[in-house]
């Protein structure tokens, strides 16, 4: 059961890093030297192994408590460790390279997530502490908690590090303490400090959490290519719009150029659809009214006749006689509004078009004895 907790604690712990974290402080430890195997307090780290010639050999059961902190102008090992906490298995005796990994699940460099802004400042405590047995520590509630176990962890098993070390003074070795400014980036840092006859060389450095940019870690940007946007990810986080695409989150289109743009519209780039009323290829024509037949449009559903068409439609012509000639042989054609006209019919010609020919003698319209004669040439 308490397995099953500390996976589910882990498991949490992980996933709010994956949903809140902007970054991860990286401590890399790389070299520890205590050449005469001797604690703090100047004497050998108890539980030594003997001598061959009888004289005790000083030898420590080295491990590390770390505890990353804001900045402090001076600087104060105990909690809490405001940035978080971490405690080491045994890596070595006196004098020792770190690994990058061992047995007890421990890694280097150790990894503290950031879930806010990185302010820019720190302060590293880093002690070098002896066990004279791999036995468990206990806490004040009677948990234990194994040297052989690596954890970042919370200040609470911190603390009980630093009780236990208070309890048992002989086990601190050396405490080295620093405050640094630490700009964000894949640089390593480098430090190398000394205490009480001994020695620690490590690197630091702040990483931005993938889709995180800026100095301080801040700034999200994620690339993506849906619905909610269609963009890359600048050196700086900023959002750099596909090609075709435009706006602050890149979720508008850019339509076919020359594309109308109070009657046309696209859903998808280089497309240009058009609005109710018009047309085209790039919507600027506006839609006649239905049926209209000799009409334009400024607006759609407008029937604006041309000249010489008149009627709902534009059907009716308004100019008949000239578009349509209809009076023959000479007759003068008089347009008389709504599509209709009248023939005027020269001497010797009838009919709606003065297409009937006729001998206006003929019948003897004369009286009295008179001659008629047709006083102009009829005309075939």
Not at 38 to 60: D, K, V, Y
Request: glycine content about 10%; overall charge negative.
């Amino acid at each position: 059961m308490g397995r099953l907790c500390l996976l589910l604690i882990v498991s949490l712990s992980s996933l709010t890093c994956q949903v809140l974290c902007s970054g991860v402080f990286e401590l890399k430890l790389q070299e520890f030297l205590n050449k005469k195997g001797i604690a703090g307090n100047a004497n050998c780290c108890p539980g030594g192994a003997a001598h061959p010639q009888g004289h005790q050999q000083c030898e420590c059961k080295t491990f590390f408590r770390v505890c990353l902190k804001h900045y402090q102008a001076s600087v104060s090992p105990e909690p809490p460790c405001t940035y978080g906490g971490a405690v080491t298995p045994v890596l070595g005796s006196n004098s020792f390279q770190v690994p990058e990994t061992n047995a007890d699940s421990f890694t280097n460099p150790i990894r503290f997530s950031f879930g806010f802004t990185w302010p820019g400042t720190f302060s590293l405590i880093i002690e070098a502490l002896h066990t004279d047995s791999l036995d468990d520590l206990t806490t004040d509630t009677g948990s234990k908690f194994r040297i052989s176990t690596f954890r970042v962890t919370t200040n609470d098993l911190v603390q009980t590090v630093i009780a236990d070390s208070a309890d048992n003074p002989e086990r601190l070795i050396s405490r080295f303490t620093t405050q640094r400014h630490l700009t964000v980036g894949e640089e390593w840092s480098k430090d190398l400090q000394t205490a009480s006859r001994t020695e620690l060389r490590f690197s630091y450095r702040f990483l931005c959490d993938e889709h995180y940019y800026g100095d301080g870690c801040s700034v999200f940007c994620r690339p993506r290519d849906d619905a909610f946007g269609h963009f890359t990810c600048g050196e700086r986080g900023e959002i750099i719009c596909n090609s075709g695409w435009k706006g602050q989150y890149c979720t508008e289109p850019i339509c076919l150029p020359g594309c109308d743009e109070e009657h046309g519209f696209c859903d998808k780039p280089g497309e240009c659809k058009c609005r109710v009323g018009f047309s085209g290829r790039y919507c600027d024509d506006c839609i006649r009214y239905p049926g209209c037949l000799h009409g334009t449009c400024q607006q759609p559903w407008q029937c604006n006749c041309q000249e010489g068409w008149g009627g709902l439609f534009c059907n009716q012509d308004l100019n008949y006689c000239t578009h349509h000639k209809p009076c023959l042989n000479g007759a003068t054609c008089t347009n008389t509004g709504q599509g209709s006209y009248t023939c005027s019919c020269p001497p010797g010609y009838t009919g709606a078009n003065c297409e009937i020919q006729f001998n206006e003698c003929s019948g003897n319209p004369c009286r009295n004895g008179g001659s008629c004669i047709v006083s102009t040439t009829l005309k075939t």
